[in-house]
């Protein structure tokens, strides 16, 4: 059960890539527990940085972890992009 009332997401409202969201909010998307949440955080899973002693989460982890397939098309529309932009420097002349 959740203790903090002041913090609300519905099912309804989108997680914005580039938003930041803090350890509550994300338990409360995730719908996991706090000691998860901790777990998520010490091993890595979902990233996320320190910000004035607090942990503060990118909305884009939030769907990555939510989304791993998500994850896997950016991975790979990245290396694509990244093979036209190396195949068009090895065409400058030296």
């Known amino acids: 059960m959740y203790t903090d009332d ?6 309804t409202e989108e997680i914005k890539e580039h938003g930041v969201y803090t350890t509550a909010e994300a338990r409360k ?3 996991v527990s706090d000691s998860t949440m901790k777990r998520l ?4 899973i979902l990233r996320a940085n320190k910000v004035g002693g607090h942990y503060r989460i990118l909305g884009k982890e939030l769907l990555r972890v939510i989304s791993p397939e998500l994850e896997k098309k950016s991975v790979d529309r990245y290396l694509k992009t ?12 030296d």
């Open 41 to 44: 955080l010490k091993k890595g």
């Open 29 to 31: 998307i995730l719908k």
């Open 82 to 93: 990244k093979k036209k932009v190396v195949d068009v420097i090895n065409k400058w002349p």
């Open 6 to 11: 002041s913090i609300f997401f519905s099912m």
